[in-house]
């Protein structure tokens, strides 16, 4: 039986002669580049591409408890419309508003868009998840750049929080009846 073990000395040795051959390699194509001999690097393209309708529109769904919010986004004034209203008008409470421009405020494009919402189901709170959710798909689509700030704040990831259902035997989903000794 041969001893093909190799001493940790033996291994950093063959390391370096690797690392030194890499290196004169990266140095001879810098300098065919340089002298023109090859062509330049090939840059890479972006991982995503800027997917728009034939109106020039980002389109996107949003989700949160029950409600489903369409989306559609282009560059604009600023103005938000949900359901044909504006959004002061449709989501009264300043919270609900805020919940919405977090978006914009995350990626610094306050005032750049004008967004048309159509949100069905669920209250006024699933529902200004739910085009939170949307803006940030569609901004996405629009931008590509700015997946990474939005994705780092959450905005991407569907709100899986739900109603838990109702057991029968119980009250409410987990609430039991009042006991009653007599």
């Known amino acids: 039986m041969s ?3 190799q001493s940790l000395s033996d291994l950093s040795v063959a390391l370096n002669e690797q690392r030194d051959a890499a290196v004169a390699q990266s140095d001879d194509r810098a300098e065919a580049y340089l002298s023109g001999a090859i062509d330049a690097p090939v840059q890479r393209a972006p991982l995503r591409e800027q997917e728009l309708d034939k109106q020039g529109r ?4 949003g989700r949160r408890k029950d409600a489903v919010a369409r989306v559609w986004l282009k560059p604009g004034s600023g103005k938000i419309t949900i359901n ?3 959004q002061e008008i449709y989501f009264a409470r300043p919270s609900l508003r805020l919940v919405i ?12 868009y004008d967004v048309v919402v159509t949100v069905k189901g ?3 709170s699933g529902q200004a998840g739910a085009v939170k959710h949307g803006i940030s798909q569609a901004i996405t689509k629009y931008e ?4 990474a700030p939005v994705k780092a704040a959450g905005f991407l990831t569907r709100d ?3 109603v838990e259902r109702k057991k ?3 009250a409410k989903a987990r609430r039991s009846f009042q006991f009653s000794k007599r």
């Open 101 to 112: 421009n977090q978006v914009f405020g995350v990626t610094e494009r306050e005032g750049q």
């Open 168 to 170: 029968y035997g119980r």
């Open 160 to 162: 899986s929080r739900a």
């Open 144 to 147: 590509p750049i700015l997946r």
């Open 122 to 124: 669920g209250g006024l």
């Open 58 to 61: 980002a389109y996107a769904t």
């Open 84 to 86: 044909g209203r504006d």
């Open 3 to 5: 001893d093909n073990r």
